[in-house]
């Protein structure tokens, strides 16, 4: 109960401070993270970001955030992205492999305070949106199993290309 308590504290205090300096960045468009149950991500779980797109001229890299514990099983996660535009139309599907620990070593990948790390991950460089409008980013986790114990939560940032 104790260690429970203490790694709540420090989830909290680590949402508080990216939540600090997330206001600070005028290149955000969008951000948002999805906490998953239990710290699993279940395959019947397919978390959705909705995002609003104003101006069409400006390009945007897209990434994924992960947040794991260091009992996460495995040293890479693939991740299927479904991005729907206005309209309801599918603009794009890609299987994405991010690599969360050194194959060889098995040290973790990211930054990260004791066990808990985190991720952001280029998914979707140099993107132009053809029409302006509200886009959703469904995310699906395809790896081979249905429970992925260690993952704690996952996330999308769109952010205007410097």
Not at 151 to 158: C, N, Q, S, Y
Request: include cysteine.
């Amino acid at each position: 109960m104790r260690t429970s308590f203490f790694l709540s504290w420090r989830v909290a205090a680590f949402g508080l401070l990216a939540a600090s300096l997330m206001a600070c960045d005028p290149n955000r468009v969008f951000e948002q993270n999805t906490d998953f149950p239990n710290y699993s991500w279940d395959v019947q779980q397919k978390p959705s970001f909705t995002f609003a797109i104003a101006d069409t001229t400006t390009r945007y890299n897209v990434y994924f955030n992960v947040r794991n514990a260091a009992d996460y099983g495995f040293y890479n996660l693939y991740v299927k992205h479904t991005l729907t535009g206005p309209g309801g139309r599918v603009k794009s599907a890609l299987l994405h492999q991010m690599i969360l620990l050194d194959p060889k070593t098995g040290e973790p990948r990211g930054t990260g305070t004791g066990d808990i790390f985190d991720h952001q991950i280029l998914a979707l460089p140099n993107q132009q949106f053809a029409q302006a409008g509200n886009y959703t980013l469904t995310l699906e986790q395809y790896m081979r199993q249905d429970q992925l114990p260690g993952l704690m939560a996952i996330g999308v940032r769109v952010e205007k290309v410097k």
